[in-house]
């Protein structure tokens, strides 16, 4: 007695076919990298020392050794610039945050004062 193999249903889901990037989506994305880089680079008076992990080191080399960065400092800072410049909302909510509460500490200490005039 054989016995028969089993049969095993199989489905092929293609997946849709994504359009090749055109000339004007491409050059819009070195377009953006290039300001990015452009106003990461301007003005680095500033020194920041920093310890990374592996993976963001090679992060860093990587944009050294594709040439859009000629060393990890201007690597950095560009990810730096790239960073702040997808986190505008954050950071405008921790500068409201902030404000408010540099008026509570000077509404704190200027009670102080003025109990202590009395």
């Given at each position: ?62 944009l050294v050794e594709a040439g859009i960065c000629k060393s990890r400092s201007e690597s950095a800072a560009f990810l730096l ?38």
């Open positions: 007695m054989s016995e028969k193999p089993e049969e095993v249903q199989v489905e092929v889901v293609q997946e849709p076919k994504k359009e090749p990037p055109t000339g004007k989506s491409v050059g819009q994305a070195i377009n953006n990298i290039m300001d990015s880089l452009e106003a990461a680079l301007s003005g680095r008076g500033n020194t920041v020392m920093v310890r990374v992990n592996d993976e963001a080191l090679q992060k860093l080399d990587m610039q790239r960073g702040i410049e997808g986190s505008g909302t954050v950071f405008d909510r921790i500068e409201s945050v902030t404000a408010k509460i540099a008026k509570m500490r000077h509404d704190l200490r200027q009670s102080v004062e003025d109990i202590g005039k009395k």
